[in-house]
């Protein structure tokens, strides 16, 4: 009898113990899916998370769930745009000279949640990133300034 009862008490320990197993088995996997969800963002960019929510934008890093958030990276770096107007694109001044230039105007996206916002609302996440979009949307402005 004592050595059938040794024997249930063995049982038991057993299943306890796979229990436990299991239990933190789950609690690992489950930190390891919430460490797999947060993205960091590199200096000089921003992320942008729209879905499940209100639009979020972080400047170091923020929580991105697979199938509920879409996630954009926006470059807010210093841009240089140069401007060449030379021979037959050369300005015409007042005085009716032509003038021949070459101007550099550097371009950024203020580190703030409102302007990021609204520069990846006129223009898009990939045109605001991308070096030519940007010679392409500003040169007519820029050649008259």
């Known amino acids: 009898m004592e050595s059938l009862l040794n024997v249930f008490v063995a049982a038991g320990n057993v299943v306890g113990l796979v229990v436990v197993g299991v239990i933190l088995l789950l609690l690992v996997g489950f930190f390891f899916m919430l460490a797999s969800w947060f993205k960091k963002v590199p200096q000089g960019k ?11 934008v972080s400047f170091t890093g923020i929580y991105i769930v697979p199938v509920a958030h879409r996630l954009e990276l926006m470059d807010i770096a210093v841009k240089r745009i140069e401007i060449n107007r030379r021979a037959s694109d050369g300005l015409i001044c007042k005085d009716n000279m032509r003038a021949d230039i070459t101007v550099a105007f ?16 006129m223009i898009g996440v990939e045109r605001a990133s991308d070096q030519s979009a940007l010679v392409e949307l500003f040169d007519a402005k820029f050649s008259e300034a």
């Open 46 to 56: 921003a992320i942008i998370r729209t879905g499940l929510g209100k639009t979020k």
């Open 106 to 121: 550097f371009v950024r996206v203020n580190k703030t949640e409102h302007d990021v916002l609204s520069v990846a609302s």
